[in-house]
C-alpha cells in the first residue's frame, strides 16, 4: 500500500474515479453512464466489513485488477491510497487481521465517507455517513456479488427503514422525500424503483426519474 501525492491522483487515479462516478455524494446521483450494474448496500460502516469486503476482493480479481484506490473524500487534506488486492487481509482496517495487526496498515484511518474503486473503472463502492454504499460496476461483477451475498437487494429495504424513516412517526422527512426517489430511479432504473417506492408506501406525487 502507498499513499499517492495530490499530482499522482489527479494524472493517475481520478480518471479511473470518474469512471464510476462523476461526483462524491453518495445521496446525488454519483455514478457514471459507464456503470452499467448498480446496487444500493447496507450497513457499510467507515471500513466495509466482511462479508461484503471479502466479495468485492474476490470479485475485482475476477475482473482482472490486482489492485484498487481509495479515496478519503471527507479528510481535511484529501487522501488517496493505492492498494493492492493481496494487501488487503494485512492491510485493510475493516478486515479482521488487518484491525489485529494494525502496525501493517501504515496507518490508515478513513474518515465517514470514503471511495474505493479499481484502476480500471470496472467497479467501485462510495460509503456515506449514513452507513449506505452505492456499490456499481459490470455485470461481471455484480454477480460475482451477488453469488458471495444472495440478499444483497434486500439492502436497500434495510437502509430506508433503519436510516430513513422516522421511528417515531414512521414517515419520511421532506429531505428524504425529495431525495430518495431519484436515488432509486438512479441506482435501480425506472421499473424496480417504482416497485421499491410501492413497497415502501412513498406516494407517487414525490417520484421522479432518474
Not at 484498487?68 to 482496517?93: G, K, N
Not at 478513513?110 to 454504499?133: C, Q, V
Amino acid at each position: 500500500m502507498h499513499t499517492l501525492s495530490q499530482t499522482e491522483f489527479r494524472l493517475e487515479a481520478e480518471p479511473a474515479l470518474r469512471q464510476v462516478f462523476v461526483n462524491d455524494d453518495a445521496f446525488d446521483e454519483p455514478f457514471s453512464p459507464n456503470v452499467v450494474a448498480r446496487r444500493i448496500v447496507y450497513p457499510c460502516f467507515q471500513y466495509i466489513e466482511p462479508p461484503l469486503i471479502n466479495a468485492i476482493v474476490d470479485a475485482a480479481s475476477t475482473v482482472g485488477d490486482a489492485g484498487c484506490y481509495i479515496y478519503d473524500i471527507w479528510a481535511v487534506e484529501r487522501q488517496h491510497y493505492y492498494i493492492s488486492l493481496s494487501e488487503f487481509p494485512e492491510t485493510y482496517p475493516g478486515i479482521p487481521s488487518a484491525k489485529a495487526n494494525r502496525r501493517n496498515n501504515l496507518g490508515m484511518s478513513l474518515e465517514l465517507e470514503n471511495t474505493l474503486y479499481l484502476p480500471t473503472g470496472k467497479w467501485g463502492i462510495m460509503i456515506s455517513h449514513e452507513r449506505h454504499g452505492m456499490l456499481g460496476g459490470t455485470v461481471e461483477f455484480m454477480q460475482c456479488i451477488q453469488q458471495a451475498i444472495p440478499d444483497i437487494d434486500r439492502q436497500v429495504y434495510n437502509f430506508i427503514e433503519e436510516r430513513l424513516r422516522r421511528p417515531e412517526t414512521g414517515k419520511f422527512g421532506p429531505a428524504v422525500l425529495r431525495l430518495l426517489p431519484g436515488m432509486l430511479f438512479h441506482v435501480y432504473g425506472q421499473t424496480a424503483a417504482e416497485k421499491i417506492l410501492q413497497e415502501i408506501g412513498v406516494s407517487r406525487r414525490y417520484w421522479k426519474k432518474g
